[in-house]
């Protein structure tokens, strides 16, 4: 019997020491740390797979964004930059913590390395404004530092923009139209899409930083995403792009319901000068308040529900938001303030020409308040526009003969106040972001920027309407160092004119 107890507590001491065998919880623990590191792109602009482990846990962190073991989740920064990726791995009650610095891309960075190809079934010379051309459309970027298609598809029509520019300049403004919704360079799925020459502006960069900028700005609620492309057209490169949205209703972009023939529907239109020009008498697509044409987009005029109930109704709407500025009382109701007010801080900041001519949206929802945007058409802007006041000093938009609606709000005291409550925490909390932000996106362009200016050798010769300051600066970052000192220089300004008495008494010098 004792030779058996004997036996019996020799295997148990036996099986004890094996099962008690210990884990060296530092080797392991950076061992699948080193798995992890291994396994990250050296630039990261998309989601990509991490290991997963059967003897360890893992929980990541970065940019506020949390996340299991299996795959990255990436998400834009601001601007290209280093972040700091935070994981846990831990087995049992054992936990080590570790931190690798990542290098991310923004969506819309140069890196990327963006690039549309358009295949159409006769020369480019032969789009026109009014027909689209049928098109095979092949978009290339680098994911994760490897290129590779992005969108491919012969289901796709082009055909010119229809604005100034088209007949002003060799390279021409397109729209892309796709049969169905389709999400280029990670942008919302649509159907529409438009590739802005950007000629005039030799920063290239205009519109890209006011659309970044005003991404910040809590008060506008939609913002129009922008990517660098370069475009090629039948194998024949034409330069250097910036994609944007199309400014339209879309369930995957401004999500508003418009019904044709309803009057206290969704909205969206246009103060559009041109109209003058264009037609002689009213239409139901546009009407006038106070002198002032508005191009009607939405509901679509070309609905057979559609008719005259849109333009009475925008006509009384507009008004009486007016009125209610004019007497100073009331207002509130009607119209989205801290938009508005955000929206016209762009524009004045920009020193936007065309603030009160066209490409100045404005939409409503169905029972709700005329609210502004998106923002659009800003080649023309920060400091790139002979024909006008283009300097950093005095103020423009809310002008009597530019943007009425602007010049209402700042005739009542306490929008006034609003105004300059609000430009301070642009000032301090936004702008300095915009600042870090403009020399890291234009060096991620430069070398496609330098590609564009050997096609369109344009740099030393007069582009109208390009001023002095602009004709100064003979290469690439010399134009993005004007736009910079500009914007610095005009934000400064309008910081200390709000505090002088004319800016409380309403007198815009």
């Known amino acids: ?41 050296d630039t990261i602009n998309t989601n990509f797979a991490l290991p997963t482990f059967d003897d360890v846990e893992v929980s990541f962190e970065y940019l506020d964004v949390s996340f299991g073991e299996g795959e990255f989740i990436y998400e834009s920064p601001f601007y290209d930059q280093d972040v700091e990726l935070n994981y846990i791995i831990s087995k049992g009650n054992q936990t080590a913590e570790f931190t690798e610095t990542i ?69 021409k403004p397109f729209r892309l139209r796709f049969d169905e919704n389709t999400s280029l360079f990670g ?21 890209a930083v006011v659309h970044k900028m005003s991404s910040l700005l809590d008060n506008l609620s939609y913002t129009l995403e922008v990517r660098f492309v370069e475009l090629y057209i039948n194998t024949v490169y034409m330069g250097l792009y910036v994609l944007t949205e199309q400014v339209e209703f879309h369930k995957n972009k401004l999500n508003i319901e418009t019904i044709a023939g309803i009057a206290d529907t969704g909205y969206l239109f246009e103060l559009d000068m041109r109209y003058y020009d264009n037609f ?19 509901p679509d005029s070309d609905d057979l529900e559609y008719s005259s109930v849109h333009s009475e109704y925008l006509t ?45 949206f404005y939409y409503k929802e169905a029972g709700g308040p005329l609210r502004p945007g998106p923002l659009w058409d800003f080649d023309f802007a920060i400091g790139n526009a002979d024909y006008i006041d283009y300097g950093p000093e005095n103020f423009y938009g809310m002008k009597a003969y530019k943007n009425r609606l602007f010049k209402l709000m700042m005739d009542v005291p306490e929008l006034r106040l609003q105004f ?29 920027a330098n590609r564009n200016f ?22 690439f970052m010399g134009q993005v160092a004007y736009l910079e000192l500009y914007l610095h220089e005009r934000s400064n300004w309008m910081y200390g004119i709000m505090f002088e008495d004319e800016y409380l008494n309403g007198i815009f010098v």
């Open 1 to 41: 019997m004792k030779k058996i107890t004997m036996m019996i507590m020799i295997v148990a001491m036996s099986i004890g020491i094996f099962g008690c065998e210990t884990v060296d919880y530092d080797l392991l623990f950076e061992e699948r740390s080193n798995e992890i590191i291994a396994a990250i792109p």
């Open 103 to 171: 290098h991310l891309l923004a969506d819309d960075s140069g890196y990327n390395g963006y690039k549309l190809y358009i295949d159409l079934p006769y020369s480019v010379n032969n789009v026109t404004l009014d027909e689209y051309t049928q098109a095979t459309v092949l978009g290339i970027m680098t994911k994760n530092g490897i290129a590779e298609t992005d969108v491919e598809t012969n289901a796709a029509q082009i055909r010119g923009r229809r604005n100034s520019t088209w007949f002003s300049y060799p390279k």
């Open 187 to 207: 942008m919302p799925e649509a159907k529409n899409y438009v590739l802005l020459a950007e000629y005039a502006d030799k920063s290239l960069m205009r519109n």
């Open 280 to 298: 002689t008498a009213l239409n139901d697509e546009w009407f006038m308040v106070a002198d002032k044409p508005y191009n009607i987009k939405e």
């Open 316 to 360: 009384n709407y507009l008004t009486s938001v007016e009125n209610a500025l004019i007497a100073k009382s009331g207002y509130e109701t009607l119209m989205d303030v801290p938009g508005w007010i955000d929206f016209f801080i762009m524009h004045e900041l920009m020193k936007n020409v065309d603030v009160g001519f066209s490409s100045v």
């Open 420 to 448: 300059r409550e609000r430009f301070n925490d642009i000032f301090y909390d936004v702008l300095p972001e915009v600042y870090d932000m403009i020399p890291i996106l234009s060096e991620s362009i430069e070398t496609q």
């Open 454 to 475: 050997d096609k369109w050798e344009i740099m030393e010769i007069y582009v109208w309407p390009n001023p002095e300051e602009v004709m100064n600066e003979n290469t």
